[in-house]
T-cell receptor, first 112, second 111 residues
Framework: KAGVTQTPRYLIKTRGQQVTLSCSPISGHRSVSWYQQTPGQGLQFLFEYFSETQRNKGNFPGRFSGRQFSNSRSEMNVSTLELGDSALYLC???????????FGNGTRLTVT | QKEVEQNSGPLSVPEGAIASLNCTYSDRGSQSFFWYRQYSGKSPELIMSIYSNGDKEDGRFTAQLNKASQYVSLLIRDSQPSDSATYLCATRRAGSYQLTFGKGTKLSVIP
């Protein structure tokens, strides 16, 4: 069974630009979550989607948004990029509420 | 602020020894607990999940949960150099869809 697939693996953007990251969950997984990982803050929750509905959102500004499609694939978008947005963005999928998360390889975003 | 605390390490153990990783959490509503392993430059990989008090064993790994003490631990028996990684503790409260992660403990297994 294929794992969680994230594209692209690496991105370099300039301040003020916007970026879209993509995630394909494990087949059969309907829950997709996004996390930001930085050396200083560790892993922080961005948002979670289930059946195209955002069920929970972390403490991030409105510049961070996401969506989920009917095939469970998900995208997250960051607008007006700031230097502090440089991080590893991780997508994870799970079967449901109490199931463990399985992470993709992540997208390394660098904002210059 | 609900927190998950881990000793950042590094924790160094000789090859073949038992590595003991600890985690405390502040949210008494936490119901599910997970250990992830993360190699440098890689994404977190699920090692263990535990939902009730006591021990849960899987191969060389044993997770221990004590909800009264708000304490979770991971024991790695017969540690191998390939176990050298950062270990992340994560909790989830009932009815929540997010994990709260500790900042991880870096383990180094010395050959």
């Amino acid at each position: 069974k294929a794992g969680v697939t994230q594209t692209p693996r690496y991105l370099i953007k300039t301040r003020g630009q916007q970026v879209t990251l993509s995630c394909s969950p494990i087949s059969g997984h309907r829950s997709v979550s996004w996390y930001q990982q930085t050396p200083g803050q560790g892993l922080q929750f961005l948002f979670e989607y289930f059946s195209e509905t955002q069920r929970n959102k972390g403490n991030f500004p409105g510049r961070f948004s996401g969506r989920q499609f009917s095939n469970s694939r998900s995208e997250m978008n960051v607008s007006t990029l700031e230097l502090g947005d440089s991080a590893l963005y991780l997508c994870a999928s799970s079967l449901g509420d109490d199931s463990p998360l399985h992470f993709g390889n992540g997208t390394r975003l660098t904002v210059t | 602020q609900k927190e998950v605390e881990q000793n950042s390490g590094p924790l160094s153990v000789p090859e073949g020894a038992i590595a003991s990783l600890n985690c405390t959490y502040s949210d008494r509503g936490s119901q599910s607990f997970f250990w992830y392993r993360q190699y440098s430059g890689k994404s977190p990989e699920l090692i263990m999940s535990i939902y009730s008090n006591g021990d849960k064993e899987d191969g060389r790994f044993t997770a221990q949960l004590n909800k009264a003490s708000q304490y979770v631990s991971l024991l790695i028996r017969d540690s191998q150099p390939s176990d050298s990684a950062t270990y992340l503790c994560a909790t989830r409260r009932a009815g929540s869809y997010q994990l709260t992660f500790g900042k991880g403990t870096k383990l180094s297994v010395i050959p």
